[in-house]
């Protein structure tokens, strides 16, 4: 385990020493900017292999965003991220053509998936998760897990980095994606449920390339603690309050339409 870390950390280090090189010496920047677990991590590690070093990768390039995010991180004694590479581009944002993707994900399902990949942070006695009951991780998840993260997103860290206020313009729902521009800086914003095949086309058009292949990273049957995901998934049912805060939020509401928000109340609020 510990080994795997180590490769982690090795691995993490070569790539965001690679990173800072390409944004000083790359004019035009392809930057994969989006909140964790909506599928991000395919996207760049499919478009590192096109376009070699003019790709880059964040989550926040805010102090403060980094900071109060990881406060968490240091109170449970691990270590926190960082992303230098955000920080990075921010400071050289005005001198670069960049061209953003970022994607989004219904909020509850995205915060049950960003909890389960850091459980040592939200989760009490972690390392036994496959005896817990549903009822008890579900109960920390409620408690512990900073659920506003992917309604305060867009408005709080997009917003004040690229000038762009993705709730100004009408979401095509129907398509699921949309292109908005402000000065040097043109984002792609697509939701995470669109089929693979309409993704690469929607990506490739985007950036002008041909056939641009998506490869799966990340994901959590992949992961240690796939079962237990998968049985939390079917177990948890969310009181009315919870679902209706998240679903009716400003973020949800301009990118789902009603229909769509109407099942995915149904989906959370009714389990067996």
Same mark, same amino acid.
């Given at each position: ?84 590479? @955000?920080?990075? !581009? ?5 001198? =670069?053509?960049? *061209?953003? &993707?970022? $994607? ?58 690229? @000038?762009?206020? !993705? ?5 095509? =729902?129907?398509? *699921?994606? &949309?292109? $908005? ?61 919870? !679902? ?5 939020? =400003? ?22």
């Amino acid at each position: 385990m510990r080994f795997r870390a180590l490769l982690f950390q090795i691995h993490w280090r070569l790539r965001e020493l690679t990173e800072r090189i390409n944004l000083l010496f790359s004019k035009d920047i392809i930057l994969v900017y989006t909140m964790g677990k909506v599928g991000s991590t395919s996207i760049y590690y499919s478009l590192k292999r096109k376009f070699k070093g003019r790709v880059l990768f964040t989550h926040r390039m805010i102090e403060k965003n980094i900071e109060a995010y990881n406060k968490a991180f240091i109170k449970n004694n691990i270590k926190p991220h960082r992303s230098k590479v @955000g920080e990075l !581009v921010l400071k050289k944002m005005a001198s =670069k053509n960049i *061209k953003i &993707i970022s $994607l989004v994900r219904e909020p509850i399902g995205r915060n049950i998936s960003d909890f389960f990949q850091d459980l040592p942070v939200y989760l009490k006695n972690h390392r036994m998760i496959d005896g817990m009951e549903p009822s008890d991780i579900h109960s920390q998840f409620l408690q512990n897990y900073p659920h506003k993260i992917p309604l305060r997103w867009f408005d709080e860290e997009f917003k004040e980095t690229t @000038g762009i206020d !993705v709730f100004n313009t009408p979401f095509n =729902k129907e398509e *699921k994606y &949309i292109v $908005l521009k402000e000065g040097n800086v043109e984002a792609l914003v697509l939701r995470v449920d669109l089929d693979d095949e309409k993704k690469e086309k929607i990506i490739g058009e985007f950036l002008e390339i041909d056939h641009f292949h998506l490869e799966r990273r990340n994901t959590a049957s992949s992961k240690p603690y796939s079962q237990a995901y998968n049985s939390f998934k079917e177990y948890c049912k969310f009181n009315d309050d919870y !679902v209706t805060n998240m679903l009716k939020s =400003k973020y949800c509401t301009h990118f789902y339409s009603e229909l769509e928000i109407s099942e995915l109340t149904t989906q959370y609020e009714n389990k067996n």
